[in-house]
């Protein structure tokens, strides 16, 4: 498995930004699907976005799409995720996770249980 490391969450208003990084180590981590995940409180944890071994597919929710942009840079073992135009409906722990990937490179995962490795989370706050 993978050790992963959050940070960057904290307290944003409305319509601000936050930009959450994980930092990953134990394993190959080119080998690995990396997504991120969101639990507010009373609620399952969600799907937020991910991104293929190589960095050249991504996949967002359809709430996200077109405020969060994620990125990874496998020569430093990092995935960032960056969050604009945030809303209150955003507000939850993040969670960094991975997933080994058998295939060419290009493979996306969206559920829970395709994921092996988690981070412990980090909140973020927005207020309205």
């Known amino acids: 498995q993978v050790q992963l490391a959050e940070s960057g969450g904290g307290l944003a208003q409305a319509g601000g930004s936050l930009r959450l990084s994980c930092a990953a180590s134990?394993?190959?981590?080119?080998?690995?699907?990396m997504g991120w995940f969101r639990q507010a409180p009373g609620k399952e944890r969600e799907f937020v976005a991910a991104?293929?071994?190589?960095?050249?597919?991504?996949y967002y929710t359809d709430s996200v799409k077109g405020r969060f942009t994620r990125s990874r840079d496998n020569a430093k073992n990092t995935v960032t995720l960056q969050m604009n135009s945030l809303e209150p409906a955003d507000a939850a722990v993040y969670y960094c996770?991975?997933?080994?990937?058998?295939?060419?490179?290009?493979?996306?995962?969206?559920?829970?249980?395709?994921?092996?490795?988690w981070g412990q989370g980090t909140q973020v706050t927005v207020s309205s």
């Open positions: 134990g394993r190959t981590f080119s080998n690995y699907v």
């Open positions: 991104i293929s071994r190589s960095g050249g597919h991504t």
């Open positions: 996770a991975a997933g080994r990937d058998y295939s060419l490179g290009s493979i996306i995962y969206t559920e829970l249980s395709e994921y092996d490795s």
